[in-house]
């Protein structure tokens, strides 16, 4: 966390508050306890009335909970501990600030165009339907006891959790494989001492499968406690768009709930390790390490619903649950394709599996393989570090000597570190789709993904050197944005996020639009590793002009940030005038040089793919290439062509084309995926 902590005063050249709440909030986020969360610092104190205090938020669209969060930060290298008493202060403050939210005293107090004003209208427009109220605090300390959830309470007839992520408990994240916090699910209360289950699976040292029968609930009463944190994040990401109620599994449970055993498909889930109890009525589940369900959210999510607002009984109702057993090393592989499979009858897209597409080994091996130039301080060439996989960064430093780390961490600072979801902000600002990317991180990059999945297929080598480069410059403006756009005296705090999308889509759209058709000159910047004084001039009078945009919505739409995500928010983005600034003539190159440049990186990428190619069918080795043929002749799923290309691939005398090395490689690939090759 304090490396990370590191990299953001790095980045924003000033940590402070704000900038701890931001990080906070993607921690929260990789550790799946967030999704998409938005920073609104409030805090109100007046003599006679109660102290308000806020510091983000996440509306849960999956389980339907309100998650707010206040943190607290010392700043100091060695902090003292947190203290049980300075722990209620702060909760006292963040409930007191969703109960007057309710009330109606926060949007009356506060300014229209202010992130609090629209947060307290939020929470009073959804009180309805909210299914209850996740509190956390956040704390660069220690906390002094190691309880780190509290009992909960009510506000406005909703359950009230308190969780605390201290500095520790950060910390026990990171550390984890999944990155998640440790979530054990204990069965051991329910009749006979758990769960009866079936073995589903021959003797193997890396998987384990049973059948189980889960009461309703029990799977109700266990989604309630951990809401979408107990979705697999695909699982996650389809509820969160399709709604959680079915309509068909609410009548099954209002009107033949002893039949939803027969009807319905049931669940399946993964967990790391289980407890298997014999007993005289079977063996029994008693309890499940890092338990997620990959396929079946909506029955789930329709479970709690059912007897949350329909006030049905679901002591009659039975669900078929089919439960994988994958250890820790493995299930980074495995649960996305057991995922994937298993949705692969459903409405769950590719877009959604999208976050293990070759597109992102291709973008990572381009980050490993390009230098980019030394910026003019220094005199050493660096990497731009892709994070294919959460953590990997962090994996590589693991890895390296003390001596090895230095030279690492010089030539792939942290401040160049690349997500994923980094990637989608970039790409889809500059697609001029800023209104995606204010939907939040989730929904933006399945956006993305439906894109890059139709470009991927109409023609992979779309993505070479030169889109990485550009990917590259589009991440420079954009973070030169968030540091700028603090530091502006018209800005007054809140949609920071907003404006930079906005701003970067608009800067798009402005030479885009040019009437002498040039372009901007990518390769200067490329060159020169940082924003020239002429485009940060630029960006910054753009950015004035979509602060302008954002904070006056259209007449009937009170909340900013909810204006933020229509389209209408860019149309009139669109439609604002913002002049180029006299010396910006410097940043633009002619269309052809422009068009030339993408040829060029194209060809290249054709070439570089093809000795790709080449190089894995040779490491693959003949041995496993005639051991591929034998399976899959045996399993009859190959063509006579594809017969063929194995047949020549397992002569050891033979070269292959760069041709038939690519169709080789996706043979490959498809037959792994299939299980016929693992």
């Known amino acids: 966390m304090l490396a990370r902590a590191t990299v953001r005063a790095s980045a ?22 967030f999704s998409d969360f938005t920073p609104c610092f409030f805090r109100h104190s007046k003599s006679g009335s109660r102290k308000l205090s806020v510091d983000g938020y996440a509306f849960d669209e999956a389980d339907q909970s309100a998650r707010m969060m206040v943190a607290d930060f010392s700043g100091e ?10 722990a209620r202060k702060l909760f006292s403050e963040l409930q007191a600030f969703v109960e007057e939210s309710l009330a109606g005293t926060v949007a009356e107090m506060s300014e229209e165009s202010s992130p609090e004003h629209g947060l307290a209208r939020d929470l009073r427009a959804r009180a309805a339907e909210t299914s209850r109220y996740r509190l956390y605090l956040a704390s660069d300390r220690p906390l002094s006891t190691t309880i780190k959830d509290w009992p909960a309470g009510v506000i406005g007839g909703r359950t009230v959790e308190f969780h605390i992520w201290d500095l520790s408990r950060f910390h026990r994240a990171h550390l984890s494989r999944s990155g998640r916090d440790e979530l054990v699910i204990d069965f051991s209360s ?13 003797s193997s040292d890396s998987y384990e499968g049973y059948l189980c029968v889960i009461p309703g609930t029990a799977l109700a009463d266990i989604y309630d406690k951990h809401g979408s944190r107990l979705l697999e994040g695909n699982v996650r990401a389809f509820l969160s768009t399709t709604g959680k109620v079915n309509k068909g ?24 390790s289980v407890l298997i109890s014999e007993t005289t009525h079977g063996q029994r589940v008693v309890s499940a390490a890092d338990f997620q369900i990959v396929n079946g959210g909506q029955t789930t999510a329709s479970m709690s619903y059912a007897r949350r607002k329909g006030d049905l009984d679901l002591s009659d109702v039975l669900v078929q649950m089919k439960l994988s057993v994958v250890d820790d090393e493995r299930a980074g592989t495995f649960i996305p394709l057991i995922s994937r499979f298993s949705n692969s009858q459903n409405k769950v897209s590719d877009a959604d599996f999208f976050a293990n597409h070759e597109f992102h080994r291709r973008i990572e091996k ?57 990637l989608a902000k970039f790409e889809n600002s500059w697609r001029q789709l800023p209104h995606e990317v204010s939907r939040g991180a989730q929904k933006n990059f399945i956006r993305f993904a439906e894109h890059i999945t139709a470009e991927w297929e109409r023609d992979p080598e779309l993505f070479h050197d030169e889109y990485f480069r550009q990917l590259v410059v589009k991440a420079l403006m954009f973070r030169a944005l968030e540091r700028i756009v603090p530091k502006e005296d018209w800005y007054d705090g809140g949609y920071r996020a907003n404006i930079v999308t906005f701003s970067l889509a608009k800067f798009a759209h402005m030479v885009e639009n040019r009437a002498d058709a040039s372009k901007f000159n990518f390769q200067k910047t490329w060159k020169a590793q940082e924003i020239s004084t002429v485009l940060l001039e630029q960006l910054r009078l753009i950015a004035r002009a979509a602060y302008g945009v954002i904070i006056r919505p259209e007449a009937g739409i009170q909340n900013v940030t909810e204006w933020c995500k229509k389209e209408l928010a860019w149309q009139r983005m669109k439609s604002t005038h913002v002049s180029f600034t006299a010396d910006f003539e410097g940043e633009l190159v002619a269309s052809e040089e422009a068009v030339s ?16 190619a080449l190089r894995e069918v040779m490491a693959f080795g003949t041995d496993n290439w005639t051991k591929l043929r034998q399976h899959s002749v045996a399993a009859k799923v190959t063509t006579p062509s594809e017969d063929g290309l194995l047949r020549v691939a397992s002569n050891p005398k033979w070269l292959p084309t760069d041709r038939q090395a690519k169709e080789l490689m996706k043979l490959l690939l498809r037959l792994r995926s299939e299980g016929t090759w693992q």
């Not at 055993?261 to 790391?272: E, H, L």
């Not at 440049?597 to 790709?612: C, F, P, T, V």
């Open 190 to 202: 329910l009749p006979f001492g758990g769960l009866p289950c079936l073995p589903a699976s021959m």
């Open 366 to 422: 381009i980050s490993r393989r390009l230098r980019a130039p030394a910026k003019k301080a220094t005199q050493v060439e660096s990497f731009w570090f892709y994070e294919r996989a959460r953590g990997q960064y962090a994996v590589e430093l693991g890895r390296l000597s003390v001596g090895e780390r230095r030279r690492f961490e010089i030539e792939s600072p942290r401040e160049q570190i690349i997500t994923k979801t980094d």
């Open 597 to 612: 440049a993408r040829r060029s990186a194209k060809s290249e990428a054709r070439i570089d793919a093809g000795l790709d």
């Open 12 to 33: 924003d050249k000033n940590l402070g508050y704000a900038a701890f709440v931001e990080l906070c909030g993607e921690l929260l986020e990789e550790a799946e306890e």
């Open 249 to 272: 599994i609410q009548q099954t449970l209002q009107r033949e709930p002893e039949m939803f055993f027969a009807y319905n498909n049931g669940i399946a889930a993964t967990a790391s």
């Open 77 to 86: 290298e060695v902090p003292g501990n947190l203290t049980g008493v300075e």
